[in-house]
Structure formats: structure tokens, C-alpha cells
């Protein structure tokens, strides 16, 4: 059979939340389609002096909330469905968080790894150019996402300031100097850990005796990986699209990062014995963090799921027909839009402080965003209490309500 895509999984999720508080059509039908969807062709020359036209992407799923927010992935697999979904995601993520923005995806079909530095920034450039009417810092804030980094929010940054004017605000997740802001770089994977610590405090586990293995190795997972590890959380397995790693003694994560800085990947790396990504997921650990790709867990391995927590790090890790099963297994999922609301979260002070032109120092950051992601997390664990659903239902259930209430409160058009 085949998989969901992430398209089926995020509807099929939003109708099972909407059923549980019987909402109105009039919100289903507006809240399940994206507001606007933009196709770009970018002609770019190569190094070689040929020339190659790349598709991108600009989803916007939803303004009702805000100006629209959402990062730009440079994926070979990335196409219009994908980004309809993490739009979509995104929508729903700012809703629940309370952020004041709406949710939108963009993505360019190219695969960053073979593309040199010079074609990336070109790309990149052409990209914002296309969209130059779309990005704007009270419109559509675009911010890194799988395949991109700081170094292309500042060819964004600088192109749109090319043409209206420097405008920092117009793209987040920027160096820190060009008006980036601290801890943003750390933001998604450091949400990812404070829900995982608020998890195991609902289980009333320990963390010390807690054994975790974490799938992805790239921002989100390290990151998420090397701050678990310093709550004394048991990191036995690590993964990248090289394979995975484990240890059940536990991994020594700073030094698998330092390798990573070394070597690009974690090829070679002998802190733990080999183990392929597959096997990753159905480790004998207590808590697993995919924080790499969508669909990772499917009705074909969920079965064998041994942990008893799981922590959304990526985007739709999970396609929707497994959440049955992992449901009926009794592990806890805290869902996507939860678990990797911190970037996002951090995204937010990022605008406010190009925006008043005052910044913050990192310890302000952690004050201002923490106390926004446990509330969250705590809204979301209560309402799967009332509603005996699980916790991603519970999410989408809080983020309808108060997409629903912004659009009531517009009143009629
Ligand atoms: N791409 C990230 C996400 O999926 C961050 C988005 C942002 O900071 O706007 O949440």
C-alpha cells in the first residue's frame, strides 16, 4: 500500500481534530487549502557556463493570524505537495504557539550537496528575486529549513535590501551579524529538549535513567541530541543519511559533533557500532527523536517501535496511517508542531529585534521563548486529557480553535 504523503497525513489529521470539536465547514473549508501558491522557474547559470532552470516554491498556507512564516527547503524530493503540507504545518505550529503570524513553506528542487557554493548563492538570489513581491517583513517571513542555513538567509536578506532598502526583518534565522539572533541556530533542537524533559516529567521517568536514540544529525537532531545529553539524558544512538550509530553505555554527542565539523558527516565515526537508519527507530530505548525527514514511521515499522516516547524533532516524521499503531502501543507522541515550535519561536524574537533595532542577549531569549513553548506544551497535554485523544490531535485541536476565533473575529468577507 501505498504511504500518505505528508499532504494526506496533515488533512487527515486536521479532519480527525475538527471532528472531535465539530467545527463548522465554513473554517474546515477555509483552513484546509493554502491562501496562495506561487511556482517559480529560475534560470540559473551553472560553473560550467551552461544554464539550468530550477522550480521553486512559496506556499502560503494562512494569514489569518499574522504575516506569513515559514522556512525555504532545498531537497532533490522537494515538490509542491510537500511544501502544501509544511505550510500548512507551519500555520498550525504559529497558531498553537500563539505566535502572531500565519504559516508558509518554500522550497527549491536541487540537491544542495552537489551544488557549489557560487550556484547555491546564484540560486538563491534568483529565488528571492522571484518572490520579491511575495517576502516582505509585515507579508512573509521566509527562514532556514532542511538544506538551508544562515549563510542563504543572508543572500536573501541582501537581495530583497538590494531592491526596497535594508530590511532585516524580512527573513530570520540570519548570521548573527547581519541582525541574527542569539540562539537561533540552537532554537528548534533546544524546543525539541524541553518538551522531551517536560515528557519525561509527565511519565515521571528520570532522565539519567533515560536511554534515547536520536534519527538525524543535522541541526535539529544534534543540537536536540547535545542538550538532552547535558540534562543526563542516556544518548545511545545517533543517525545520518551515512547510517546510524550506537552505544549503549552512551554516546559521547560532543564528540560526535566535533567529527561532523571535521568531516561533514558522520562516516567513520567509531564512538558506537554501526547500525542502519531502520534499525535506529526500532531500538530497545525509551525515547526516539526522528529529527530528520517526514515518513520515517510507517505502517510498515511502527509495529516494531520499541520506545514509549516519542519526540517530534522533524516535520512529519510519522505518516498518519501509523498513528493508529503507535496509539494502540500506548507511546506518547509529542507531535511535530510542538516539539519543533522553538525555531520558529526564536524566529519571532528575531523579527521583533530587527524591528526595534535592539537586541537581546541569549540568556533574555531562552527567558522570553521557554515560558511560551511549556505553556504550549502544557495546553496541549491537558486538552489530550479532556479529549482522551492523543497528543498531535490535542495540538491541532488548540491550533483550530484559535485559527477559528482569528477568522470569526475578521468577521465577514
Ligand atoms: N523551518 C523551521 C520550521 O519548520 C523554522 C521556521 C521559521 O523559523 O520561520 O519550523
Redo the contacts with the bound molecule.
Keep these: 500500500m501505498e504511504k500518505p504523503s505528508p499532504l494526506d497525513s496533515m488533512i487527515a489529521r486536521f479532519n480527525e481534530a475538527a471532528d472531535i470539536i465539530n467545527l463548522d465547514q465554513r473554517y474546515r473549508d477555509i483552513i484546509s487549502v493554502p491562501e496562495r501558491v506561487v511556482t517559480v522557474n529560475l534560470p540559473v547559470k551553472l560553473d560550467d557556463g551552461s544554464t539550468r532552470v530550477f522550480e521553486g516554491y512559496r506556499v502560503i498556507h494562512s494569514t489569518v493570524m499574522g504575516p506569513s ?3 525555504i527547503r532545498y531537497a532533490p524530493f522537494v515538490d509542491l505537495d510537500e511544501v502544501k503540507a ?1 505550510a500548512g504545518w ?1 500555520t498550525f ?1 504559529c497558531a498553537l504557539v500563539g505566535l502572531p503570524y500565519g504559516g508558509a513553506k518554500g522550497g527549491i528542487t536541487l540537491n544542495p550537496k552537489v551544488r557549489s557554493i557560487d550556484e547555491l548563492e546564484r540560486i538563491t538570489r534568483s529565488y528571492t528575486r522571484a518572490l520579491k513581491d511575495v517576502f516582505g517583513e509585515d507579508s512573509d ?1 521566509p ?3 532542511m538544506g538551508t542555513s544562515n549563510r542563504e538567509m543572508a543572500w536573501i536578506f541582501h537581495e530583497y535590501s538590494r531592491i526596497y532598502g535594508y530590511t532585516p526583518g524580512v527573513v ?2 540570519k548570521p548573527l551579524h547581519l541582525g541574527g539572533s542569539k540562539g537561533r541556530v540552537a532554537a ?1 533542537g533546544w524546543g525539541t529538549m524541553l518538551a522531551t524533559m517536560q515528557a519525561i516529567e509527565k511519565m515521571n521517568w528520570e532522565p539519567e535513567k533515560s536511554s534515547c536514540a536520536v534519527q538525524g544529525f543535522g541541526n535539529v537532531g544534534s543540537w536536540a541530541a547535545k542538550l538532552l545529553a547535558d540534562q543526563g539524558v542516556k544518548i545511545v544512538a545517533i543517525s545520518d543519511h551515512t547510517g546510524g550509530y550506537y552505544n549503549k553505555e552512551g554516546l559521547k554527542v560532543r564528540e560526535a559533533v566535533a567529527y561532523v565539523k571535521e568531516h561533514g558527516t558522520l562516516e567513520g565515526y567509531t564512538g558506537g557500532e554501526r547500525i542502519t537508519n531502520e534499525e535506529l527507530i526500532t531500538l530497545d530505548v525509551d525515547i526516539l527523536v526522528p529529527a530528520a525527514i517526514e515518513n520515517v514511521i510507517t505502517i510498515e515499522n511502527a509495529e516494531q517501535i520499541q520506545a514509549k516516547l516519542i519526540v517530534e524533532g522533524a ?1 512529519g516524521p510519522i505518516a498518519s496511517d501509523a498513528d493508529k499503531i503507535v496509539d494502540e502501543k500506548g507511546i506518547l507522541v509529542v507531535p511535530d508542531i510542538l516539539a ?2 522553538g ?2 519561536s526564536v ?1 519571532y524574537l528575531e523579527w521583533v529585534q530587527n524591528r526595534r533595532g535592539h537586541y537581546y542577549p541569549e540568556e533574555e531569549i531562552r527567558e522570553k521563548t521557554a515560558p511560551i513553548l511549556m505553556d504550549a506544551f502544557e495546553r496541549v497535554y491537558q486538552t489530550h486529557k479532556k479529549y482522551k485523544c492523543s497528543m498531535r490531535i490535542a495540538a491541532y485541536v488548540q491550533a483550530i480553535e484559535r485559527l477559528a476565533t482569528g477568522i470569526d473575529l475578521e468577521g465577514n468577507f
Design positions: 512564516k515559514g522556512g509544511l507551519m505550529k517571513i527562514a532556514p529549513d530570520t534565522g528548534t516535520n519543533n515550535a525555531g520558529v524566529s
